[in-house]
Nanobody
Framework: QVQLVESGGGLVQPGGSLRLSCAAS????????MGWYRQSSGKERELVAS???????NYADFVAGRFTISRDDAKKTVYLQMNNLTPEDTAVYYC??????????????????WGQGTQVTVSS
């Protein structure tokens, strides 16, 4: 079984910063992409940032240089440093990973995996 466990969400004032972490565990043999999505009330889930293996990061336009995504592949962990937060950034943030996992008996499966979500609230 693969698990993505997020941490680092919370309440922050406008202009503040938060750092989200997401650690993947399980029989992971290959990581294609790790990233972050978010979903605010009444809206669809949207990409925030993604970081493919051996490639440059992708950011949503609304990030506008405020967020930085990074990975520690030895720890199978992806981070999202968020600075200069605004109330519009309030949402549940979900970790996403495109992984290949070993099923056993020489079988492998590539699939998309999601964390349980962590709430980020930006309010004064």
């Amino acid at each position: 079984q693969v698990q993505l466990v997020e941490s680092g969400g919370g309440l922050v004032q406008p202009g503040g910063s938060l750092r989200l972490s997401c650690a993947a565990s399980g029989n992971i043999t290959k990581t294609k992409v790790m990233g972050w999505y978010r979903q605010s009330s009444g809206k669809e889930r949207e990409l925030v940032a993604s970081l493919p293996t051996d490639a440059s990061p992708n950011y949503a336009d609304f990030v506008a240089g405020r967020f930085t995504i990074s990975r520690d592949d030895a720890k199978k962990t992806v981070y999202l440093q968020m600075n200069n937060l605004t109330p519009e950034d309030t949402a549940v943030y979900y970790c996403h990973a495109d992984l290949t996992v070993r099923l056993g008996w020489g079988n492998y499966r590539r699939d998309n995996f999601w964390g349980q979500g962590t709430q980020v609230t930006v309010s004064s």
